[in-house]
């Protein structure tokens, strides 16, 4: 079965810090990624998504991220983060052609210090 | 922008118990979903649910699970007898294409279960 990982479980930087969170994935075939964030007492919700195309999307926030196939990644990057970006991030994949349901990694959680 | 909202929040219960979390996705929507995560561990899929009936279920998802949109508006989550490893947060959402297109799923904010 597929999975996703994210090496980075917690993560601690300050405000205008660069910020890259890994994902991987296993599967071998096209896929569809996510990035979802989940604000302290808040619901998750959509950051960006890559479905075809530009490999480097542009997400809400000034967050990107970038789908290399041969790495099987999709990183999330953000070139300075915020104290208001504290919060916890998901990386989720849906493969192509075969179940709708996205699986999630275990999610990044960012403390931002301001 | 619409939501997809939980009730409760929080919810404590002695084992055994039966419980019972409830969701009302967006209304246009037509593919629902729980999901949970054990504290430290990874967002899990239990189960989608689509035209009344279960579409996809994980291993996690036994007999001591159940679903149902009662009404048309709400979609239920129900355990029979709560275990102290069901502790966990659990996550509703829907989406609208399912496998018919790019699927985005919109989450409510969780229920966090704890089982004493």
């Known amino acids: 079965a597929q999975s996703v990982s994210q090496h980075n479980h917690h993560v601690i930087l300050s405000e205008a810090a660069s910020l890259e969170l890994g994902c991987n994935y296993s599967y071998g075939g096209t896929v569809n990624l996510f990035w979802y964030v989940q604000y302290p007492g808040q619901h998750l919700q959509l950051l960006l998504k890559?479905?075809?195309?530009?490999?480097l999307v542009k997400g809400i926030k000034g967050f990107e991220a970038e789908f290399i196939k041969s790495k099987f990644s999709f990183n999330l990057r953000k070139p300075s983060v915020q104290w208001s970006d504290t919060a916890e991030y998901f990386c989720?994949?849906?493969?192509?052609?075969?179940?709708?349901?996205?699986?999630f990694g275990r999610g990044t959680s960012l403390i931002v210090h301001p | 922008e619409p939501e997809v909202t939980q009730t409760p929040s929080h919810q404590v219960t002695q084992m055994g118990q039966e419980v019972i979390l409830r969701c009302v996705p967006i209304s246009n929507h037509l593919y629902f979903y729980w999901y949970r995560q054990i504290l430290g561990q990874k967002v899990e899929f239990l189960v989608s649910f689509y035209n009344n009936e279960i579409s996809e279920k994980s291993e996690i998802f036994d007999d001591q699970f159940s679903v149902e949109r009662p009404d048309g508006s709400n979609f239920t989550l129900k355990i029979r007898s709560t275990k102290l490893e069901d502790s966990a947060m659990y996550f509703c959402?829907?989406?609208?294409?399912?496998?018919?297109?790019?699927?985005?799923?919109?989450f409510g904010a969780g229920s966090r279960l704890t089982v004493l």
């Open positions: 890559y479905f075809s195309g530009d490999p």
């Open positions: 989720a994949v849906i493969p192509s052609g075969g179940s709708y349901i996205p699986t």
């Open positions: 959402a829907s989406s609208l294409t399912g496998p018919s297109g790019a699927n985005v799923l919109t």
